[in-house]
T-cell receptor, first 115, second 111 residues
């Protein structure tokens, strides 16, 4: 089975440009999570969805960030306008419902560099 | 709120040495506990888990026991290899909800 798919794997852009990161979760998973990882702040949860509905977006740093999940097989994280401090690795993860625990399956990440 | 504290790294070891990474948590009730591993250039992947007190999770020679008395979930491996060099994350979670991760511990194993 295919794992979580993220695209692009690497993105280099200039300050002020719009950036869109994409994620395809594992088929049948009900939860989708977006994380950001930096050396300074570690791994941060930005937002997560359940059945395509945003549940908790308290980790979204500011209004420049937005996330959508139009259907069960696709999600986007958009940054507009981008800033150098947004440079990080962004991970998408998905999780099935059920059982007594929730194991998350991570994608390979998108390394974003904002110049 | 929930929190996870794990020892800061980097932890540098020689091959075949014993590895321990301490992890303690704060939560109301008894969450499930996890160790995730991140190899260079990759996403996190589940290493092992425990869903209730006194459970022992194990995988690839790694072990961790859910200790509710000390609210701990320390990761151990008896003999590390160079290929175990990675960042290890302790985490807790509740059914159908998000995970709370610790800050990660970088482990470097030298030949």
């Amino acid at each position: 089975d295919a794992g979580v798919i993220q695209s692009p794997r690497h993105e280099v852009t200039e300050m002020g440009q719009e950036v869109t990161l994409r994620c395809k979760p594992i088929s049948g998973h009900d939860y989708l999570f977006w994380y950001r990882q930096t050396m300074m702040r570690g791994l941060e949860l930005l937002i997560y969805f359940n059945n395509n509905v945003p549940i908790d977006d308290s980790g979204m740093p500011e209004d420049r960030f937005s996330a959508k999940m139009p259907n069960a097989s696709f999600s986007t994280l958009k940054i507009q306008p981008s800033e150098p401090r947004d440079s990080a690795v962004y991970f998408c993860a998905s999780s099935p419902i059920g059982g007594s625990y929730n194991e998350q399956f991570f994608g390979p990440g998108t390394r974003l560099t904002v110049l | 709120g929930d929190s996870v504290t794990q020892m800061e790294g980097p932890v540098t070891l020689s091959e075949e040495a014993f590895l321990t990474i301490n992890c303690t948590y704060t939560a109301t009730g008894y969450p499930s506990l996890f160790w995730y591993v991140q190899y260079p250039g990759e996403g996190l992947q589940l290493l092992l888990k425990a869903t209730k007190a006194d459970d022992k999770g194990s995988n690839k020679g790694f072990e961790a026991t859910y200790r509710k008395e000390t609210t701990s979930f320390h990761l151990e491996k008896g003999s590390v290899q160079v290929s175990d060099s990675a960042v290890y994350f302790c985490a807790l979670g509740w059914r159908g909800n998000k995970l709370t991760f610790g800050g990660g511990t970088r482990v470097l194993v030298k030949p």
